[in-house]
């Protein structure tokens, strides 16, 4: 199943090893604090506690919203290059 994951951390340092975990589990970046990748729902499980663990005490907003197939054709992309 398609997760979209996204988080608002202010430490730099956390913020820094949330996404190093959510590129360990196979997920791609799509914005800056922004993460989409197929994982079945234990591995969201997995994930999220792997995040709190590495989070601590400091403060973080994680969301984790599964994408069924229905929603994921219905998706609107638009991506702009910079123009040199």
């Known amino acids: ?44 499980e997995e994930l999220l506690m792997r995040i709190r663990k590495r989070v601590g005490k400091r403060e973080a907003n994680i969301q984790i919203f599964p994408v069924c197939d229905n929603d994921w054709r219905k998706r609107q992309v638009w991506i702009q290059e910079a123009q040199s």
């Open 1 to 44: 199943m398609r997760c979209l994951l996204v988080y608002d951390i202010p430490h730099d340092w956390t913020r820094a090893k949330v996404a190093d975990i959510c590129l360990d589990y196979g997920l791609e970046r799509i914005q800056y604090s922004a993460f989409l990748g197929a994982l079945p729902p234990s591995l969201q």
